[in-house]
Antibody, heavy 118, light 109 residues
Framework: EVQLVESGGGLVQPGGSLRLSCAAS????????MHWVRQAPGKGLVWVSR????????TYADSVKGRFTISRDNAKNTLYLQMNSLRAEDTAVYYC???????????WGKGTTVTVSS | QSVLTQPPSASGTPGQRVTISCSGS????????VYWYQQLPGTAPKLLIY???QRPSGVPDRFSGSKSGTSASLAISGLRSEDEADYYC??????????FGGGTKLTVL
């Protein structure tokens, strides 16, 4: 079964850091671009970042550029999102998703919740 | 304010045809494919339409997508109660990266 499972969410103070993980199974992880998308409580979807299949190309939304870093370990079939200098407005459910270069995400995880609050 | 503009709500009765619009600009919809997602309450989004008008396997042919210039639309025919959900359009943008519409909440009356 094709599956993505996020982990690493939690409560963190403003200015703190968190690393999210996304474990992939059931498909050839190293063949796909991967994306992170977030959704604040009661709000819409927001694209956060993407990484190409070998990890050599990354792109970020302006709102997280310089603070978040996307990476992947194809040997471990795992995608990461390192989040630094967290702000209250980063509070959201974070989804990882499989896709290609454009936001054509055909497999999604269930999400992990990040809460930034003092 | 989202880069792609969708109506916040839409509604219809069972069996009806409903359309949801998505308006952008040359830097996104005008240059790139449009994608549509369905998000049922409390669940992750699901890809409904890719490359403007293609349906992934398993998506009923009641759902169709189209694009013209800098706008796109999602049509749902033969509306069913289980179609009640939030719908989002998405595209790539030359400057901003991935962009989503603000979402349309579809109510089946």
């Amino acid at each position: 079964e094709v599956q993505l499972v996020e982990s690493g969410g939690g409560l963190v103070q403003p200015g703190g850091s968190l690393r999210l993980s996304c474990a992939a199974s059931g498909f050839t992880f190293s063949s796909y671009w991967m994306h992170w998308v977030r959704q604040a409580p009661g709000k819409g979807l927001v694209w956060v970042s993407r990484i190409n299949s070998d990890g050599s190309r990354t792109t970020y939304a302006d709102s997280v550029k310089g603070r978040f870093t996307i990476s992947r370990d194809n040997a471990k079939n795992t995608l990461y999102l390192q989040m630094n200098s967290l702000r209250a407005e980063d509070t959201a459910v974070y989804y990882c998703a499989r896709g290609e270069g454009q936001p054509d995400m055909d497999v999604w995880g269930k999400g992990t919740t990040v809460t930034v609050s003092s | 304010q989202s880069v792609l503009t969708q109506p916040p709500s839409a509604s219809g009765t069972p069996g009806q045809r409903v359309t949801i619009s998505c308006s952008g600009s040359r830097s996104n919809i005008g240059n790139y494919y449009v994608y549509w997602y369905q998000q049922l309450p409390g669940t992750a989004p699901k890809l409904l339409i890719y490359r403007n008008n293609q349906r992934p396997s398993g998506v009923p042919d009641r759902f169709s997508g189209s694009k013209s210039g800098t706008s796109a639309s999602l049509a749902i025919s033969g509306l069913r109660s289980e179609d009640e959900a939030d719908y989002y359009c998405a595209a790539w943008d030359d400057s901003l990266g991935g962009v989503f519409g603000g979402g349309t909440k579809l109510t089946v009356l």
